[in-house]
């Protein structure tokens, strides 16, 4: 079954901080993984995207890892703001069309000053 | 410029009522989608539609009908709404091989 489940569920730092997000998927045949961020009353906003041979993006002080042997990925977020408060989204497709694009859950960042 | 607008932000509305929610992108893209965001945070996907061809998600009920009088724009009709549709519904966008443009949400409230 094609999932996708990330870590942890929520998250609360104090600014300045880092952290990281994890993203774990059994989507297959896999074509690409996406980070989104959602603000609260927003639509998802794409940070990153990685095919297979691709094992690192970023984006500002976003960070992406890709592991495709693991079918893992990590959102790495350094020096966090308030405005990082919001919500992230993984997004896993797969080489068909159709919907084979699984969402993850996503894992609620609360950023404190 | 909004690249991916809905109308309208909010909607309430009776039980049994039929409604319409309107999606227009102006960045030339070929598909646009409909999402149903639940309590629960889960993004599920409902339309795909391009000028080629729609696939619909057989989980979703035929009281939601998509309707696109052209190529940047994507309607989702809700006919005979009930509780259980209360949820917000997002419009996206894209081109082959690029990242979805998602619209800010259209939140509904069956009451």
């Known amino acids: 079954k094609n999932q996708v489940e990330q870590s942890p569920q929520s998250l609360i730092i104090l600014e300045g901080k880092n952290c990281t997000l994890q993203?774990?998927?059994?989507?297959?045949?896999?074509?690409?993984l996406r980070w989104y961020k959602q603000d609260t009353g927003r639509g998802p906003v794409s940070l990153t995207i990685?095919?297979?041979?691709?094992n690192t993006k970023s984006n500002g002080r976003y960070t992406a890892t890709l592991d495709a042997d693991t079918k893992q990925s990590s959102l790495h977020i350094t020096a966090s703001q308030l405005s990082d408060s919001a919500s992230y989204i993984c997004?896993?497709?797969?080489?068909?069309?159709?919907?084979?694009?699984?969402f993850g859950a996503g894992t609620r960042l609360f950023v404190k000053a | 410029d909004t690249a991916v607008s809905q109308t309208p932000k909010y909607l309430v509305t009776q039980m049994g009522n039929d409604k319409s929610i309107k999606c227009e992108q102006n960045?030339?893209?070929?598909?646009m989608y409909w999402y149903k965001q639940d309590s629960k945070k889960f993004l599920k996907i409902m339309f795909s539609?391009?000028?080629?061809?729609?696939?619909i998600n057989e989980t979703v009920p035929n009281r939601f009908s998509p309707k696109s009088p052209d190529k940047a724009h994507l309607n989702l009709h809700i006919n005979s709404l009930e509780l259980g549709d209360s949820a917000v519904y997002f419009c996206?966008?894209?081109?082959?091989?690029?990242?979805?443009?998602f619209g800010s949400g259209t939140r509904l409230t069956v009451v």
């Open positions: 996206a966008s894209s081109s082959q091989g690029e990242g979805y443009t």
């Open positions: 993203c774990n998927y059994t989507v297959s045949p896999f074509s690409n």
């Open positions: 990685m095919t297979f041979s691709e």
């Open positions: 997004v896993v497709s797969a080489h068909t069309g159709g919907f084979k694009t699984i």
């Open positions: 960045l030339g893209h070929d598909t």
């Open positions: 539609y391009n000028n080629k061809e729609l696939i």
